[in-house]
């Protein structure tokens, strides 16, 4: 074969060898994204499982630990009336809304219910909004669920961003009344850490 006849077998050759080359990408192609589809259908179908899973577990907790999830309930209540503050007039009233589920112990020494002759709101102008809160008990019996509580607080003075304080209480909670028998307020606390891992 003539060196003429090699060049021109080799420019019909390259497209032939293109296309081929294309196919094999595509068909390559194809069985990564098969790959990929079925691996994406099996975390779907492993994560479904695993939301299940934890919704019966909380089912099991609340049956066996009925005390608890009412304690839970009820200080979760206290809590947005206590930390749901817009003014100072909502700071004064909220001691009264608060009462029906404490003790008049309770009302007597809790932090919370003390007046504010300062006028603190009114001064200041944070707004604060009651975000959620953490429960962590420490015992339950048929007379007494006792645990920390973390309770997480929005606030912010006029069109600021909101900060979040974390407020920490001493708790304790009657099941037979149905009202909070502790609750002192004793400090708050301050998450450091890098923020990447939150």
């Not at 003429?4 to 294309?22: C, E, Q, R, T």
């Not at 994406?40 to 577990?57: C, D, F, G, P, R």
Request: aromatic share 8%; glycine share 4%.
């Amino acid at each position: 074969m003539s060196k003429v006849n090699k060049k021109i077998a080799l420019l019909w050759a390259m497209p032939a060898l293109m296309v081929i080359a294309g196919l094999g990408f595509w068909l390559a192609t194809q069985v990564t994204v098969k790959t990929h589809q079925s691996a994406s259908n099996e975390l779907a179908v492993e994560q479904s499982k695993l939301i299940n899973k934890k919704s019966k577990v909380g089912t099991v907790l609340d049956s066996k630990q009925p005390n608890v999830s009412a304690a839970s309930a009820l200080l979760d209540k206290l809590f947005t009336l206590d930390w749901t503050i817009a003014s100072q007039k909502e700071f004064v009233t909220k001691a009264k809304q608060m009462t029906p589920y404490v003790t008049q112990d309770v009302v007597k020494n809790s932090l919370d219910f003390k007046a504010d002759h300062d006028k603190m709101i009114t001064q200041t102008g944070v707004v604060m909004t009651y975000d959620h809160m953490d429960f962590l008990p420490t015992s339950a019996s048929a007379t007494a669920v006792k645990g920390k509580v973390i309770v997480f607080v929005k606030s912010h003075l006029k069109d600021s961003a909101d900060a979040t304080t974390r407020f920490v209480y001493n708790v304790s909670y009657n099941p037979k009344t149905n009202l909070v028998t502790q609750l002192d307020r004793i400090g708050t606390y301050q998450l450091q850490s890098d923020s990447s891992v939150l």
